[in-house]
């Protein structure tokens, strides 16, 4: 595949399931992810792989952390939230490691992980594989990012649920951009 029509037709999977991307498959998927713009060389990159079997744990991690902040969740609520874990085979948590008070601003850390993440999603649909970003009241949370490893300085950027897309949806009709850019020129 060349690179344009990947950029150009990389979407969500709907549904993910086995194979998961093996270990070279996650290798070259993360040393794509590292060639990120890095503003700096602050190599603000971190990534946590959740496999297969830590998954009902970290299910457990997304319940309590509902059950934390929403302490009327129903049991069928709680279950559901459980069950976002297995929505893959592997699932892939991207974090920005800040650095506060160097010269290059944290949002520029952060999304130099969100574009890591990004290189990662491209990188599995070019391996045959396809994956889904998602984020949610986990991602901002403190006992989560702990729980997972990360400092008080990390954000957790996204969740990215990688496996082999169960069925390819219809192609999309291609995404209009026109209406979303406009040329600018110096006053006068």
């Known amino acids: 595949m060349q690179a344009i029509d990947l950029l150009r037709q990389r979407k969500s999977a709907v549904k993910l399931t086995d194979p998961a991307p093996d270990g ?20 603000p990159w971190r990534f ?8 009902a744990g970290f299910g457990e991690l997304l319940a309590a952390q509902l059950q934390r902040t ?15 874990a297995f929505r893959a085979p592997l699932i892939l948590v991207v974090a920005a490691h800040t650095t506060p008070g160097v010269k290059i601003p944290v949002i520029e850390q952060v999304l130099s992980a969100g574009a890591a993440a990004h290189s990662i999603l491209l990188a599995a649909v070019a391996l045959g594989f396809n994956g889904v970003w998602k984020t949610g009241a986990p991602a901002y949370d403190e006992t989560v990012r702990a729980a997972l490893g990360l400092g008080a ?8 649920y990688l496996g082999t897309e169960v069925a390819a949806a219809a192609q999309a009709a291609p995404r209009e951009w026109r209406d979303l850019v406009h040329h600018w020129l110096p006053p006068g």
């Open 24 to 43: 070279r498959a996650l290798e070259l998927m993360l040393a794509a992810a590292v060639h990120a713009p890095d503003h700096g060389k602050l190599r």
């Open 48 to 55: 946590v792989v959740i496999p297969r079997e830590a998954r």
């Open 70 to 84: 929403h302490a009327a969740s129903s049991p069928e609520t709680l279950a559901r939230e459980r069950q976002k």
């Open 153 to 160: 300085d990390d954000v957790i950027v996204g969740f990215l």
